[in-house]
C-alpha cells in the first residue's frame, strides 16, 4: 500500500477506497474478489504506512532487482551498463483541449457512422464530408 500511495501520489483518504473497492489491487492483496471479510480502515493504512520510510523502499527497489536479474538468469554481481545522453530544446507542443478533443470525438464518430452505414445500406450519411466541414468552420470559430 505505501509502494501505490507514493506511485499514484494518493493521499490517505483514496488508499483505503482503492483498497477496499478495486477488484485487480484486492487480488493483489491476495483477497478474494468478492470477499469483503477483509476491509482497510483508514487510521489502519495511516499507522503502517507511517513505518514506510525511504530505506525500506530502497530495500524493496533491490529486492525487485534482484528478482529480475533472477529472472533474466544474469549474474546479479555484474554490471548493467546504460548511456543516457539529454538535452533541452524549446519545442511548440500542442496540448489537447477541450475543443480539440470533441473536434477529434466528432470526426471519428462520422467517419464510423460512414462505414456503419455502408454495412447496413443507411443512406443518411451521404453528406458526410459537408458536414464534418461545416463542424470544423464552427470548430474555428469556437477556437
Known sequence: MGTL????????????????????????????LFTTDKD???QTLKNNLALFTPEIMARI?????????QLLDL???SLIRGRCDSFALKTNV???????LLYD????????????????????????????RRFKAQYRKIQ
Open 5 to 32: 500511495r507514493l506511485g499514484l501520489n494518493a493521499d490517505y483518504d483514496r488508499l483505503p477506497e482503492l483498497a477496499n473497492q478495486h477488484r485487480t489491487l484486492r487480488m493483489l492483496l491476495s483477497h478474494g
Open 40 to 42: 482497510y480502515r483508514l
Open 61 to 69: 527497489n533491490v529486492e525487485v532487482i534482484r528478482a529480475g536479474y
Open 75 to 77: 549474474d546479479i554481481h
Open 94 to 100: 500542442h496540448f489537447p483541449t477541450d475543443i480539440n
Open 105 to 132: 470525438a466528432i470526426r471519428v464518430l462520422i467517419r464510423d457512422c460512414v462505414y456503419w452505414s455502408k454495412d447496413y445500406a443507411l443512406p443518411e450519411w451521404w453528406q458526410h464530408q459537408y458536414n464534418l
